[in-house]
Nanobody
Framework: QVQLVESGGGLVQAGGSLRLSCAAS????????MAWYRQAPGKQRELVGI???????NYADAVKGRFTISRDNAKNTVYLQMNSLKPEDTAVYYC?????????WGQGTQVTVSS
């Protein structure tokens, strides 16, 4: 059974930084794609960014230049470094793992950015 556990959310002032972590446990296939999504109140869940097994990344336009995704394959962990945070970044952030044609989600971690 695959589990994803996020950590690192919290309250931060605009302009500040946070680092989210997502640790995957269970039977993790070496070739996979990990991603971060977010969902603000009253809005649909949206993709923040993705990272492949080899480290290639892709980001949503709204976070380009401010957020950085990285991963540690040995630890099956993905990170989201968020800098220059804005109030509109406030959302529940979810970790996502895709492998072997299956999708797994974490429970989410709240990020609140005050103005």
């Amino acid at each position: 059974q695959v589990q994803l556990v996020e950590s690192g959310g919290g309250l931060v002032q605009a302009g500040g930084s946070l680092r989210l972590s997502c640790a995957a446990s269970g039977s993790i296939f070496s070739i996979n794609r990990m991603a971060w999504y977010r969902q603000a109140p009253g809005k649909q869940r949206e993709l923040v960014g993705i990272i492949g097994t080899g480290g290639n990344t892709n980001y949503a336009d709204a976070v380009k230049g401010r957020f950085t995704i990285s991963r540690d394959n040995a630890k099956n962990t993905v990170y989201l470094q968020m800098n220059s945070l804005k109030p509109e970044d406030t959302a529940v952030y979810y970790c996502n793992l895709q492998m072997l044609e299956r999708t797994y989600w974490g429970q989410g971690t709240q990020v609140t950015v005050s103005s």
